[in-house]
């Protein structure tokens, strides 16, 4: 569709959004006003988000989230990977990348970063993202910041191949990990009916996972328990986060009552326990005919002995299976023990740039060497 005047606001804080914002975004709970509260109460310390309403002369047809991310208040880019290689990738990013602009979600995996209400051509898609992009960096360059990198992110595939054709065909794309999503057999109506359509190798795996997780209780927190539980929540969040490969934002220590309290029954956070001890959770966001798995934690010692891990995957799927969700939205990570259960690779790409122009010209070059292909095998659970 060719637009007439198109124009865009960028805002800071939530209450000056249009009214009629979550009729735009009404099929991704990522970019609605509770989930978007969630951002602006309880954001990671290094990041500032920003929501971009897209008009057509006065009406509202487009909503977009960008996020500013300061490297230089992380305390840790992730401790997993002890080499020279992090060292110096470290040094790289705090010297020449420490700030950086998101057109899109950083915190999580899928393409959550605009929505229309209507059909728009990817020409137009790609000026209105560029040109958000600028205006985003001219705010910073008056406060004095110049940002280093801007990266455009998580596109499937006929999307990032419609907007090369246009604005985005000079920007370095890039593939990290693929999305690994578990698209839900509509014949399946219970655990039973899952198990059941796995070899059998397969089948002896998730028995060998439930017989080792004997002894935890799983139940799904309210609001009080979460907040009760906050500091031990965040613990076995962080332990799990900061031995991540790589990291730009650590969650703060409020999110996940922030985010139950603005979700209500949209958010389920279930938690893991050994006896009255909370050794793991899980967490979920009902995203309407999508399961979106979010962020976890996990005693190491318990996930090591109890298979927690693997359990927390089947026990989402069932989630899933008997809430009729149509697919499960694993995001990345652990991509052989997700692809065990039945998810599979979809591969998402991200476009970035170097705003040094000689940084720029290498920028492919630099990305593989500091973010290499993972190297995993996919699994074949079903008969």
């Keep these: 569709m060719i637009l007439s005047k198109t124009t865009f606001t960028i805002y800071s804080e939530i209450k000056a959004l249009p009214q009629n914002w979550d009729q735009v975004a009404v099929n991704n709970a990522f970019l609605q006003k509770a989930y978007l509260q969630v951002l602006e109460t309880s954001a990671p310390t290094n990041m500032q988000c920003f929501y971009i309403g ?141 198990v059941g359509a796995f070899s059998k190798k397969y089948r002896d795996q998730f028995k060998r996972a439930r017989k080792k997780c004997e002894g935890i209780t799983v139940r799904e927190m309210n609001l009080e328990e979460i907040a ?14 900061k ?26 956070l279930c938690g893991y326990f050994t006896e009255d001890k909370l050794v793991g959770f899980h967490t979920l966001l009902l995203n309407g005919t999508v399961l979106e798995t979010y962020f976890l934690g996990y005693d190491s010692e318990v996930q090591k002995e109890k298979m927690l891990y693997l359990n927390m995957l089947y026990n989402m799927t069932q989630y899933g299976i008997e809430n009729g969700f149509q ?33 720029n010209k290498y920028i492919g070059k630099i990305f593989t060497n500091l973010e290499p292909e993972a190297q995993w095998q996919a699994r074949h659970p079903f008969k």
């Design 54 to 194: 897209i008009f057509e002369n006065s009406e509202l047809i487009g909503v977009s989230l960008a996020q500013y991310i300061n490297l230089n208040k992380l305390e840790s880019f992730g401790e997993r990977d002890k080499c020279i290689k992090t060292a110096v990738r470290n040094f790289i990013f705090k010297n020449f990348a420490s700030h950086v602009l998101f057109l899109g979600n950083n915190m999580i995996t899928g393409q959550n970063g605009y929505t229309f209400s209507k059909e728009i051509e990817f020409k137009h898609i790609s000026e209105v993202l560029i040109q958000c992009a600028d205006a985003i960096i001219d705010y910073f360059r008056k406060k004095g910041i110049k940002i280093h990198l801007v990266s455009f992110k998580d596109f499937y595939p006929h999307c990032a191949e419609e907007l090369k054709h246009f604005d985005f065909a000079n920007i370095y794309e890039f593939n990290t990990q693929p999305n690994m999503i578990f698209e839900l057999n509509h014949q399946w109506k219970t655990e039973a009916d899952y």
């Design 228 to 241: 009760s539980q906050e500091k031990r929540i965040y613990e076995l969040y962080h332990h799990v986060a």
């Design 243 to 268: 031995n991540a490969p790589f990291n730009t934002f650590f969650l703060a220590e409020n999110h996940f009552s922030t985010f139950k309290k603005q979700l209500k029954e949209q958010f389920v």
């Design 327 to 359: 697919k499960i939205i694993f995001g990345r990570t652990a991509l052989e023990i997700k692809s065990s259960i039945g998810a599979q690779a979809i591969r998402m790409s991200g476009f970035i740039y170097h705003r040094n122009k000689l940084i």
